[in-house]
């Protein structure tokens, strides 16, 4: 299930299909180009992004695990009373262990759209938490999500690893933080990954790896347009372009086309000029105001920033 653990299967195969060429359609024919970067996330999306989180330049796997491991004491101490934790995706399975070692979980929920990762993940964490009751919730975690009424009386710490959020514009990741607030309740706690501002060398490297794993990662996404939706886009003259983005304060990742090319996709006729590009990707990142910003449009006050020895990412803890 990990390496698949990205891999949409929300909707049965023909919906995703039509979701897919819905949105691809829409972005080619807009003036400037853009696809969401959930279309990343095909079997082979999936596989490449789980060996970015392993490239040596792109640090906030590492720099979250690290997080989580070194700092369950002082996690423990700042939530306090033993709580059920309600993780949104159950995709980070690998990072749940870190966190239920470090504190005291009375529960836990995992919630994800697909039942399939739910019951993998499901399996792993039984073996290796034989007592710990798990409740694991087939649902859309963008939308408030009711919690099983066994847990009924059981305070609640949600927990959204990854820094996914990033991924979205803010005005979607508040209304997440909306939604997560609802089902984690009056009493609820938050504990979410983000990404911090850093120097644009080292975010520039994360998103343009020597290997050119990033660059195969998003150059997929135009190879999985010319398998599923009978498109003909010659992805040898895209090129993977990772740029900083100051005022957004995002990394964005696009195509760039090197000369000027024209393609179909599902029978529809579209060109690009050379130098224009598709846009795939927005990784947002966060100063310790910015994200505390974030969190309060979201419904939620920021109690404690956790940082790695470097200082490259952080993990806040925050009550609704
Ligand atoms: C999943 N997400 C948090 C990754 C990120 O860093 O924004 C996706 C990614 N894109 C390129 N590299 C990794």
Redesign the pocket.
């Known amino acids: 299930a990990s390496v698949a653990r990205r891999h949409e299967l929300e909707f049965p195969r023909t919906a995703l299909q039509m979701a897919f060429r819905n949105d691809v359609l829409a972005g080619l024919s807009q003036e400037r180009k853009a696809i969401p970067?959930r279309w990343f996330y095909d079997l082979r999306g999936s596989q490449l992004?789980e060996e970015?989180t392993a490239l040596p330049e792109?640090y906030?796997t590492r720099a979250e695990i690290e997080i989580l491991t070194e700092q369950g004491g002082a996690f423990a101490e700042a939530i306090g009373r033993q709580r059920a934790v309600v993780e949104f995706g159950a995709g980070s399975a690998n990072k749940t262990p870190l966190l239920l070692d470090g504190i005291e979980a009375s529960a836990y929920v995992p919630i994800d759209i697909s039942g399939e990762f739910l019951r993998g993940s499901c399996a792993t964490l039984a073996q290796r938490y034989p007592r710990l009751p798990i409740f694991p919730v087939e649902a859309d975690f963008t939308r408030p999500v009711a919690i099983p009424g066994e847990l009924q009386g059981h305070e609640l710490l949600g927990f959204f690893p990854?820094?996914?959020i990033?991924?979205m514009e803010p005005r979607a990741g508040v209304d997440l933080l909306r939604g997560m607030r609802a089902t984690l309740g009056d009493d609820g706690l938050l504990l979410i990954g983000m990404?911090l501002i850093k120097p644009r060398a080292v975010l520039a490297a994360?998103?343009d790896d020597a290997a050119g794993v990033?660059a195969a990662?998003n150059l997929n996404l135009a190879r999985r347009i010319n398998r599923e939706l009978d498109g003909t886009i010659p992805v040898d003259l895209l090129r993977h372009r990772a740029v900083w983005n100051e005022r957004r304060e995002r990394?964005e990742?696009h195509l760039e086309a090197v000369r000027d090319i024209s393609f179909h996709v599902c029978g529809r006729y579209f060109t690009l000029l050379a130098g224009e590009t598709i846009h795939t990707?927005n990784?947002h990142k966060y100063d310790e105001r910015g994200a505390d910003l974030l969190l309060l449009a979201g419904g939620w006050e920021p109690l404690r920033h956790f940082t790695d020895q470097a200082g490259r990412f952080m993990v806040v803890l925050a009550r609704a």
């Open positions: 970067a992004f970015i792109y906030p990854g820094s996914t990033g991924n990404d994360a998103y990033t990662f990394i990742m990707e990784s």
